[in-house]
C-alpha cells in the first residue's frame, strides 16, 4: 500500500477512534463517578475481585485471533470461519469454568457475595466471545467508524442497566449489570455492522497457519490481563477489601486517560504498523511520531491529575474516598514507561515478535507480583509507590526490545524530555495556587484555576524552551490537518525551514 495512502487511512482511522474511545470513556465514566457517589469502597472492591477472574479467564477464549486476524498479509474467509468458531467454542467451555470458579473465590478472599457476582459475570466471556472475529475484521479493514458506534451502543446500554438496577436498590450489582449488557451490546452491534455470518466450517490447517502467532500472542494476553489485576488480588488478601475500592478507583482515573490519549493511536497504528512490517525504516519513523505526539498529550494530563489530585477526587466521588488521592499521585508518575510500552506492542505484533512481547509480560508480571507483595505490609499508597517504580526499573527492557524490533536508537527517547520537563514545571504554579487561594474560593472554581494555569504554563514552557519538538509534532500531524489550513500551520510553526522530523531523520537520531 502507497505510504500516502496509508497514511491517510490511518488518520482516519485515528479520528474514529478518538470518537470511539470518547463516546465509550466519557459515557462510563459519567456513570462510574455517579456510581462511586452511592456505592461504598467495599462495594467496588468485590466487583474488583470478581471482574479480575473473569477479565483473566477472558482472555483464553480470545487467544491471539484478534491480532492474527489483523496481521495475515490475505485473510481469506476459510481462515475467518476457524477463527470465529474456536473462539465461540473456548468462550463457551471457560464461561462455564468461572461459574464452577464461583465458591472457591469467595473462600480465598473471605467475601461470601463473589459467590454469587463471579458466575452471574462468567456470561461476559460467551458475549466477548461470539464478537471477537468480527471485531477483528472490522479493524483490519479500517472499520472504525463502526467500532465507535458499537462503543457508543454499548455505553449507553450498560448505563441505562447500571442506573436501572441502582435506581431499584441493587447496590453493587449496578456495577455487574453495566458491564454485561456493555458487552452484550457490543458484540451484537459488530454482528450488525460487519453482515457477515460465519460459516459452519472448521480448517486446522487454517488454525495452525495463525495457531504459532496466536500463541505467542496469547501468552502475552494473558499475562499482561493477570498483571493488570494481581495487585487487587494481592491487596484483597492482605487489606480490607475497601482498599481494593481505593485502589480501583484511582486505576480508574489513570485508565481513562490512558484510553483517551493512548489507545485510539494504538488502535489505529496496530494496523498501520502490520502494513510496514517488511519497512522497518518506515516503521521506525512511525514509532517515534507516535512517541511523541502521545507524550505532548499524556505527559501534562499524568502530572496535571497528581496535582489537583486532592481536590479533584473528593470533589468528584465524596469524601468517602480520600484515601484513593496518594495511590491516584503515586501511579501518574509511571506515565514515561506507560506511554513507550503502549506503542511497544503494536511494533511488536507487526514485526511478529509476540515472544518478545510475552517475555516482556512476564518479567514485568513477576516483578509486580514481588514489589507488591513487599509492599503491600505498608498500605496500599506503598504498593501504589512500588508499581510505579517497577515501571521505571522495566523501562531499558522495554528499549531493548524495541530497538530489536525496528531498529530504535536510545537516544530517542530522549525526545520525550521536552513535554515530561515542561509538564513537571508546570505544576508548580498549580501547587501555589493550592496554599494561596484554598478556603477564599468555590471548590470548582480553584479547580478551573488551577488547570487554567497549568495548561498556560505548559504550552509557555513548550513555546519557550522546546520549538523544534512542537513543529516536529505539528508536522506528524500534517495529515489531519484540512488542506486549505495546511499552508498556515505551516508557517506557524516553520515546517519549511528544517529541524522537523524529516530533518531529525536525515541526521540518523
Known amino acids: 500500500m502507497p505510504m500516502k495512502s496509508l497514511k491517510q487511512k490511518t488518520a482516519l482511522a485515528f479520528i474514529w477512534c478518538v470518537l470511539r474511545t470518547g463516546i465509550e470513556q466519557g459515557f462510563s465514566f459519567v456513570i462510574f463517578l455517579f456510581l462511586g457517589r452511592l456505592l461504598t469502597p467495599a462495594d467496588f472492591g468485590v466487583v474488583a475481585l470478581a471482574a479480575g477472574v473473569v477479565e483473566v479467564v477472558r482472555l483464553f477464549s480470545l487467544v491471539g485471533l484478534y491480532e492474527a486476524m489483523i496481521r495475515l498479509p490475505v485473510l481469506d474467509e476459510l481462515a475467518a470461519d476457524t477463527a470465529f468458531w474456536t473462539s465461540v467454542a473456548l468462550g463457551a467451555v471457560l464461561a462455564g469454568g468461572v461459574v464452577l470458579l464461583g465458591k472457591p473465590v469467595a473462600l480465598l478472599f473471605g467475601q461470601p457475595l463473589l459467590a454469587q457476582v463471579v458466575p452471574v459475570m462468567s456470561l461476559i466471556v460467551i458475549a466477548s466471545s461470539l464478537g471477537n472475529a468480527h471485531t477483528g475484521r472490522l479493524a483490519r479493514d479500517f472499520g472504525h467508524r463502526a ?31 453495566q458491564r454485561l449488557a456493555a458487552e452484550i451490546v457490543q458484540s451484537a452491534a459488530v454482528w450488525y455492522a460487519l453482515r457477515w455470518i460465519p460459516r459452519l466450517r472448521f480448517s486446522f490447517a487454517e488454525l495452525k497457519g495463525m495457531s504459532g502467532f496466536s500463541a505467542r500472542m496469547t501468552l502475552a494476553n494473558l499475562i499482561i490481563g493477570i498483571n493488570m489485576r494481581v495487585q487487587e488480588s494481592v491487596v484483597g488478601l492482605y487489606l480490607p477489601v475497601a482498599a481494593v475500592g481505593s485502589l480501583r478507583i484511582a486505576s480508574r482515573l489513570t485508565d481513562l486517560i490512558q484510553q483517551l490519549v493512548f489507545l485510539p493511536a494504538n488502535q489505529a497504528t496496530m494496523v498501520a504498523f502490520s502494513r510496514l512490517q517488511e519497512e522497518r525504516a518506515n516503521l521506525q519513523r512511525g514509532y517515534r511520531q507516535a512517541l511523541r505526539l502521545a507524550g505532548l498529550v499524556a505527559f501534562p494530563c499524568f502530572i496535571g491529575l497528581a496535582a489537583v489530585g486532592p481536590e479533584l477526587v473528593p470533589w468528584m466521588f465524596g469524601q468517602q474516598w480520600v484515601a484513593s488521592v496518594p495511590i491516584l499521585q503515586a501511579l501518574c508518575f509511571a506515565v514515561v514507561p506507560i506511554t513507550v510500552q503502549f506503542f511497544m506492542a503494536p511494533v511488536l505484533v507487526a514485526v511478529g515478535q509476540a515472544g518478545g512481547l510475552a ?110 519538538f512542537m513543529a516536529d509534532a505539528a508536522d506528524s500531524l500534517m495529515p489531519l490537518v484540512p488542506p486549505r489550513m495546511q499552508g498556515k500551520v505551516r508557517r506557524i510553526f516553520r515546517l519549511d525551514d528544517g529541524g522537523t522530523v524529516a530533518a531529525s531523520e536525515a541526521s540518523g537520531v
Open 359 to 468: 517475555l516482556f509480560a512476564v518479567f514485568n508480571l513477576g516483578l509486580g507480583v514481588v514489589v507488591t507483595v513487599l509492599s503491600v505490609r505498608f498500605g496500599i499508597v506503598a504498593v501504589a509507590i512500588a508499581l510505579t517504580l517497577r515501571g521505571w526499573v522495566l523501562l531499558p527492557v522495554a528499549l531493548v526490545l524495541l530497538k530489536r524490533a525496528c531498529g530504535v536508537r536510545v537516544g530517542t527517547f530522549a525526545e520525550m524530555a521536552p513535554p515530561f520537563v515542561a509538564a513537571l514545571l508546570a505544576a508548580l504554579p498549580v501547587l501555589g495556587l493550592q496554599t494561596w487561594l484554598k478556603g477564599s474560593l468555590p471548590l470548582p472554581l480553584l479547580m478551573a484555576v488551577q488547570m487554567a494555569a497549568y495548561g498556560l504554563s505548559y504550552a509557555a514552557l513548550l513555546y519557550l524552551g522546546a520549538r523544534g
Open 147 to 177: 467500532l465507535a458506534m458499537r462503543s457508543l451502543a454499548a455505553n449507553i446500554a450498560g448505563g441505562f442497566a447500571a442506573l436501572a438496577v441502582m435506581l431499584s436498590g441493587g447496590g453493587l450489582w449496578a456495577l455487574v449489570a
